[in-house]
């Protein structure tokens, strides 16, 4: 195969085109430490918060800054996570933000994470089985869940606004239930099992709001998954395991949310995600800054 022009070269890597990833400016810590006592002051739990700005973070392409994050999050006296169940959370995380960001960006931050963001004594403790292998005869469970996690988010409107996705492309609703809904925005049983961190069905809705806000552009979207947390907490699934099954670690791991479905705590949490994007440069996903200004500058 041919080898690439000098030329061509330069042009991808032309820097309008912000080819690289975003880099950490110094007070990112500050930010994430400051998040974490407004979030200890409203009672909110660590995982909430943790996940929120893992999602935001990894939607600016900033693997030097979720790194940073999970220092924050791990750090001593008074760790928000231990160090390795904090990684877990943060590799989940990214995992699920495909559904809202494309693949590329997930590749790349969290390969960077593993690869020099988190010390070798906690890589070597990572979980390396995966439990999304899909098998035939797991296809009606999976798409049972999916169905069943879009009839949450969207209740009262779920059936017509698959009408209306179809409408767009009749692929569309199918590849929405069945390529993210069913196998990734839910965990299929057994899960933590092997050590993966769980994001369950509160949790995949602050990465929903985390992602969308942080891209800027999708106001409506992001309406929709603040409205679908809140159908979360109404309809009781915000839990794992409802509110009979819950154990003390479920509630634990929620903590907070409740308080994140007001209108006070809904704004808290934009405005929290709005911090991250702003010590971060700004978005630089659709509409951010630098994108189709810079670009008529260079033409």
Known sequence: MSKLSASLKTLINAPFSRPGPTAAPPRIADVYRAIARDAAQNNIGSQPWVTFSAAATITLNAPDALAVLWRVASEQPTPALPPVAAAELIREVGLKCIGFNGIPRTINVLGSFRNSGLPADVVSQLATTPTRVPRAEDLPETTARGLGLWRSVYAGVDVKLLDKLAESHPDLPVHILNSHYGPLFTDPPNHGAGGLATVGRALT???????????????????????????????????????????????????????????????????????????LGGSNFAGGSGGSDAIKAKL
């Not at 809705?205 to 891209?215: E, G, H």
């Not at 409205?227 to 819950?246: C, I, M, S, Y």
């Not at 670690?249 to 949490?269: F, M």
């Open 205 to 279: 809705s602050l990465v929903a709001i985390a992602c969308l806000r942080a891209q800027t552009g999708v106001g409506p979207q992001v309406v929709s998954h603040i409205f679908g947390l809140r159908k979360a907490v109404a309809d009781g699934t915000w839990l794992p395991h409802g509110e009979q099954g819950a154990s003390a670690d479920d509630r634990e791991s929620v903590r907070g949310v409740d308080w994140l479905v007001t209108d006070a705590g809904s704004e808290w949490l934009l405005q929290s995600i709005d911090r991250i994007v702003g010590a």
